[in-house]
């Protein structure tokens, strides 16, 4: 039983006319139901915020509404999976990828279940919502469990792309996305292959190594790095892990400094699994790492906290200067 | 829940009259007891083990895997098939035997039990065993993956039903009740929940470690069909089984508390509680295999 609230409801109006990113999540998965796809959804009492109300009012019986139960719910779409649907499940990445750790690892990828978990408004998009709705951990969290991957979209384009391109993937999955305002990178249907990193811009002074909403603001910082006669290469990161660590290497191998950039604590994100990479080859090349560094975050307005933890463009900019000016270790 | 059509027996179960006969009785029976057995024989590999966990449920997995659940037909992954799942996953030295009977585990791997790189371990894993539906270990997941196996059932309209066992130190768990919320506002009729009732945790007597009573109102109260059964009385168990799996026109999920005694079947067990993990030396283990042998329960 799934009754819609009144289009004339704030949740209606506000979250759904506002977050364009997010109503791909929805059309993604109703192309892969009229595809024949088994696919079910399942939210937890915040099927406005993550968009699956559109899909709930277009196919109810392939949705399950599981409450504030977000534990239940994770651990239910593995038991889902077992019977050979498709199950996605969404609700914040603060309560998937913390609260509902345990069962992703014992029930989803442990038994091994294509389950494709969606944590939605992830790093510090809730804004003044608070530390509680931050979710700054949730990539250490979920890439340090065997057998689960995890992708980071930079957009909506590119999380419907993914979402269509996780039909057949034989692991579970975690999706780290945003709040579904942020500005567009790819066009529609660019076609996403898990594992793979995106090339963006060559440089020879520093690449920087983005995932996420960090995509667009540091391909900005680079495009104005470059007007001012700096080299600065960009990568989108969008499959944490598996990591693609050719591309990694090649970054190494062009430029004298990388620089990650993350919406996550610096501990455990994508600048350590980068880290990881260049310290396993040893490429002699020094790493920059941008994002929280180990603190909970403020409470602000997101783009306020953007600004604040300089992960807008010129933020992003600003950190790359400094990088640069950073000599290779004696 | 149209699709939940069943193919009986023809023999067994009149609609009318779902009690066992005198010769179901005397299989199950000696189900119950090859459980207790091998469990002890199993157990000498590993040194160490939940005998009385086991022996509290020897009569459920008698009653469901010998005459109760639609399982067994040679493929331990055909979709219609019902599922099994342990909350209290320790207990899993005590399927084993019975998968491997069913020839879903090798006698060999059987034997080695526990040893480097088996796949039989104190907690059961759906990917290296056949006929184990899901992996447990993590106390208090088992009725939300059952609750997604009915409702993935009855999504695509297929016939089986979903037996979650629980232990009632399991009730302590958050998780179990928030399955419970929802399988009820699911109507998941396709579920069954079995309460092993022993009555003890690892820390001792569950109503003193952390009281989990009035159980049978707790359930009621969070929406589902609630009976409470002897959990060693065959007769009563069997039947009560057969009943709600063919009741086709209940709306609610179903939880049936089984009354048991942790250990049954071993004296010094069912007196002594701290039997919850343990050992028997080999004169131990003779004189349990010895009551086991002689008693009728």
């Known amino acids: 039983m799934n009754r819609p609230l009144s289009p004339n409801s704030w949740q209606y109006r506000e979250l759904n006319a506002k977050t364009p990113g997010l109503s791909h999540l929805s059309d993604a998965l109703i192309s892969l139901v009229e595809a024949g796809e088994p696919v079910v959804a399942g939210s937890a009492d915040l099927q406005y915020s993550n968009g699956l109300n559109k899909f709930a009012e277009r196919y109810p019986d392939r949705y399950i509404q599981f409450g504030i139960s977000e534990q239940n719910m994770v651990t239910a779409a593995a038991g889902l999976a077992t019977t050979g649907l498709k199950p996605y499940v969404a609700t914040f990445a603060s309560f998937l990828g913390l609260l509902c750790c345990e069962q992703i690892r014992m029930d989803v990828a442990y038994c091994a279940q294509p389950v494709r978990l969606i944590g939605h408004h992830t790093g510090i998009s809730l804004g003044f919502y608070g530390t509680s709705h931050h979710a700054t951990e949730d990539i250490a969290t979920m890439r340090a469990i065997a057998d689960l991957t995890v992708v980071s979209p930079a ?67 680079a495009r104005t790095l470059n007007a001012q006669g700096h080299s600065v290469g960009v990568v989108d990161m ?80 600003e950190v790359a200067r400094g990088a640069m000016g950073i000599r290779k270790a004696a | 829940m149209s699709a939940r059509e069943r193919t009986l027996p023809p023999d067994a179960r009149p609609a009318s009259n779902f009690r066992p006969t005198a010769e179901t009785l005397a299989l199950l029976r000696e189900k119950a007891r090859f459980v207790r057995l091998e469990t002890i024989r199993l157990i000498e590999v590993a040194k160490v083990g939940h005998y009385s966990s086991v022996f509290s449920a020897a009569e459920i997995f008698a009653a469901l895997y010998y005459d109760v659940m639609d399982i067994n037909h040679g493929d331990p992954r055909r979709p219609d098939r019902d599922r099994f799942l342990m909350g209290k996953g320790h207990a899993a030295v005590g399927l084993f035997p019975i998968l491997a009977e069913f020839g879903y585990i090798d006698r060999e791997t059987l034997d080695n039990y526990t040893r480097l790189g088996n796949p039989l371990g104190d907690h059961p894993d759906m990917r290296k065993v056949p006929g184990i539906d899901f992996s447990s270990g993590s106390i208090g997941h088992a009725l939300s993956a059952g609750l997604g196996m009915a409702l993935g059932g009855r999504m695509q309209k297929r016939s089986f039903d979903v037996f979650v066992m629980l232990g009632d130190g ?90 048991t005694l942790k250990g049954k079947g071993v004296s010094y067990m069912e007196t002594e509680p701290g039997w919850h993990l343990g050992y028997l030396d080999p004169s131990d283990a003779a004189r349990a295999v010895e009551e086991i042998m002689n008693r009728t329960i």
């Open chain 1, 238 to 317: 969008p499959t944490i892990k598996p990591l693609d660590r050719a591309a990694i290497l090649a970054a190494a191998a062009r430029s004298k400094v990388l620089m990650s950039v993350e919406e996550h604590n610096v501990l455990g994100g994508l600048g350590s699994a980068i880290a990881e990479v260049l310290t396993d080859e040893g490429a002699p090349v020094r790493l920059v790492r941008h994002g929280i560094h180990d603190e909970y975050s403020l409470i602000a307005p997101p783009t306020h906290l953007y600004a604040h933890y300089r992960l807008d463009a010129a933020g992003i900019a």
């Open chain 1, 155 to 221: 957009d909506g384009p590119q999380l419907a792309a993914a979402i269509k391109a996780s039909a057949d993937y034989p692991e579970p999955i975690y999706f780290r996305i945003g709040r579904g305002r942020e500005p567009d990178v790819y066009p529609l249907d660019t076609p996403f292959t898990f594992g793979k990193a995106i090339e963006h811009m060559v440089g020879d002074e520093i690449t920087i190594i983005a995932c996420g909403m960090t995509v667009h603001p540091a391909l900005e910082a």
């Open chain 2, 170 to 259: 399991e009730m302590q768990e958050g998780q179990v009740w928030e399955a419970a919320i929802s399988a009820a506002h699911h109507k998941a009729s396709n579920l069954i929940a079995i309460i092993d009732r022993n009555g003890f945790q690892l820390d001792g007597a569950v109503d003193d470690v952390m009281g989990i009573e009035p159980l049978d109102e707790k359930w009621r109260a969070f929406g589902w069909e609630v009976h409470t059964v002897d959990g060693h009385d065959l007769d009563a168990l069997t039947t009560l089984l057969r009943q709600v799996k063919a009741d086709e026109a209940r709306t609610k999920p179903c939880c049936i508390i089984a009354r």
